[in-house]
C-alpha cells in the first residue's frame, strides 16, 4: 500500500518515527513536513535523534495566522496527495498540520488515518479542539490512546472505525528509555542539573502565552518553588515574555528548546515537572515522575490517577503546592497500551478497508 503521512510540529515527530519505521517494513511511505515547525531546534534535530527519514518534502508554510498557517498547508498538501495518489493519508494529533492534512485528504476521497484520535478537553476557545473534533469527523480510521479517546467518540456518534491501540508516544519513551538513561548524566552535567534537585518546565499554549497576567503569573509561581527550574523556551514563550518584559526569577533557567533525547532525560532526573504539554503530561506519567498541569483541564485524565499529575491551572499557590507535593506512593498504572501501538496500526490498516 501507498501511505502519505504529513507531520509539521515537533510532537508528530516523535510520533511518526516510530510509526513511520512499522510501516516502511511492507509499505511505501510518502513523508510530507509542512514547515509548520521550521527550525532546528524545532524539527530537525528530531529527524537526526529519531532516525526519522528525511521529508520527500517540506512545503515551507512557516508561522502565521491559523487561517494562514492551515489555508497554506491545505493547498499544498492537496497538490502533494493528486500527485501521489496515496491509498490513505496519516495524520497525528491536533495541529494546524493535522487539520489541514485532513481536509486535503477527506475532500479528494482519500481514506483519512487520524492517529491520537478522540482526545477532547471540552474547551473550543484552544485551536487544537477545533483540529482535533474537525479531523475525528472526517476520518475512516481513529486510532485511539486510550479507553478513554474511544468513550469521547462514542459520544459524539463515532464508532466506527474507531481502534483502541495505545499510545506511540509510550512505544517510543520504551523504545529509547535505555540510551536516555545512559546519557543523563551528561545531559545533567551540561546544563549543570543534580538529579532529582530541579523541576523542569515547559509553557507553549496560547491560552498561557498570549494573556500576559497569566504568563506573569505562572512566572511568579516558579519563582515562589524551593529549588531550580530548568526551562527549555519554546519560540512563542519566548517571544512573548520579551513582548510583555516579563521578569524571570532568579531560580529560573532558561534555556533554548531542547531535542527529543535530552528532554526525556531531563523529565526522568526531575523532581517533578510543570506543564502544558499534552506530551509531557504523559512522558511523566511513563517515567513515574509527579507533573503539574498549567492548565484547567486535561485531554490524558488517566494520568491524574494515584496523584501523578495535578490540574493547578495559572494559579500561583495551586502551582506550588502541587509542585511540592510528597511523590505518590503507588506507580503509575499502565492506561497506554503495550507499547505496541505502531505494530497494531499497520495490521489494522493492511486488515480492514476503510469504512468509508
Ligand atoms: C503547535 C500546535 C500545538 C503543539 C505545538 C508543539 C497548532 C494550533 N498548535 O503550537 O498543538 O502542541 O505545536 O510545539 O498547530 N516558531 C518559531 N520556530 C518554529 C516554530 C514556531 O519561531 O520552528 C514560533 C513562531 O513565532 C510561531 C510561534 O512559534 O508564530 C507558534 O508556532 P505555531 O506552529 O503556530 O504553534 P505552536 O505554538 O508551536
Known sequence: MKFLSVVGARPQFVKAAVLSRALRQRHTEVLVHTGQHYDDLMSEVFFRELALPAPDMNLGIGSGTHGEQ?????????????????????????TNSTLAGALA????????????????????????????????????????????????????????GVYEVGDLMYDSVLATLQRVDAY???????????AGEY?????????????????RELFMALGRLKA????????????????????????????????????LALEHNARAVLTDSGGLQREAYFLSVACVTLREETEWPETLAGGWNVLAGCDQARIV????????SEPPRSAFGDGRAATKIVEILERDPPYR
Open 228 to 263: 531550580p527550574v530548568f526551562l527549555p523556551l519554546h519560540p512563542r514563550t519566548r517571544e512573548a515574555l520579551h513582548t510583555e518584559g516579563v521578569p524571570i526569577p532568579l531560580n529560573v533557567h532558561l534555556s533554548e528548546p531542547t531535542g527529543y533525547l535530552d528532554m
Open 199 to 215: 523541576f523542569l518546565a515547559t509553557i507553549h499554549r496560547a491560552s498561557n502565552t498570549d494573556d500576559p497576567n497569566v504568563l
Open 184 to 194: 543523563a548524566p551528561e545531559v545533567l552535567q551540561r546544563f549543570g542539573l543534580k
Open 105 to 160: 485528504a477527506a475532500k479528494l476521497n482519500i481514506p483519512v488515518a487520524h492517529v491520537e484520535a478522540g482526545l477532547r478537553s471540552y474547551d473550543r476557545s484552544m485551536p487544537e479542539e477545533i483540529n482535533r473534533v474537525v479531523t475525528d469527523h472526517v476520518s475512516s480510521y481513529l486510532f485511539c490512546p486510550t479507553a478513554n479517546a474511544v468513550a469521547c467518540l462514542k459520544k459524539e456518534g463515532i464508532e466506527k
Open 70 to 94: 492551515t489555508g497554506r498547508a491545505i493547498e499544498g498538501l492537496e497538490t502533494v496527495m493528486l500527485k501521489q495518489q496515496p491509498d490513505c493519508v496519516i495524520v497525528y494529533g491536533d
Open 321 to 328: 503546592e502541587a509542585a511540592e507535593r510528597p511523590r505518590p
